[in-house]
């Protein structure tokens, strides 16, 4: 079945880049997300992309797909204590518009160092 | 501003009680999700609903059940609650691939 890899701890400092990465081993994943938990809470999508595109960057976000390699990546520059959070990969699977269901990575647990 | 609500926040139960998560949602959304995450924060999926009388069981075997019985409703029932059952619970609603789900802020259930 459907596999999603994350390495589980990331450290950083503050103002420094952090970069969060993910691997997946579905070829026909269409969207891929990254999540955001913060301690008590839901998950809160941040960012999606599609397969056909290799970048998408939004504000402090920068996603990066690689298809040959099944990898993904979310770049958070100038990163803040606020940033500290588990982060989850996730990829849709399923065919069609009536259903579909999404496989997440175990998550990265971020820790910002003031 | 959350679309979708889980209630209760926190519940401490004892080991045979009968209980029920409730979670709703106002966004009209067909998909609706029912997730067990366990302190080493792994997402595993309980069960699932496609729409209004259309419930499956996920990749996770539960003894819990779900209905869903009205779009907006999607409740998940403990019969007879176990200390094993402890763990946070999340429920999310789905309506496209591009905006992916919207999560609840989730139940912390403790079985005494």
């Known amino acids: 079945g459907e596999d999603v890899e994350q390495s589980l701890f990331l450290s950083v400092r503050e103002g420094d880049s952090s970069v969060i990465n993910c691997t997946y081993t579905?070829?026909?994943?269409?969207?891929l997300y990254w999540y955001k938990q913060e301690p008590g809470a839901g998950l809160q999508l941040l960012t999606y992309?599609?397969?056909?595109?290799d970048m998408k960057q939004d504000q402090r976000l920068t996603v990066l797909l690689n298809k040959k390699d099944k990898h993904l990546s979310l770049r958070i520059a100038d990163t803040q204590t606020g940033d500290s959070a588990i982060y989850f990969c996730a990829e849709s699977n399923g065919s069609g518009a009536g259903s579909y269901q999404l496989t997440f990575g175990k998550g990265t647990k971020l820790s910002v160092i003031p | 501003e959350a679309d979708i609500y889980q209630t209760p926040r926190y519940l401490v139960i004892g080991t045979g009680k009968k209980i029920t998560l409730e979670c709703s949602q106002t966004?009209?959304?067909?998909?609706m999700y029912w997730y067990q995450q366990d302190p080493g924060m792994e997402l595993h999926l309980i069960h699932y609903s496609y729409g209004v009388n259309s419930t499956e069981k996920g990749d996770l075997s539960s003894e819990s059940t779900v209905s869903r019985i009205r779009t907006e409703h999607f409740p998940l029932t403990l019969e007879s609650a176990r200390p094993s059952h402890t763990s946070q619970y999340l429920c999310a609603s789905s309506d496209s691939r591009e905006d992916g789900y919207t999560f609840g802020s989730g139940t912390r259930l403790t079985v005494v």
């Open positions: 579905d070829s026909s994943s269409t969207y």
């Open positions: 966004m009209g959304h067909d998909k």
């Open positions: 992309i599609f397969s056909n595109m």
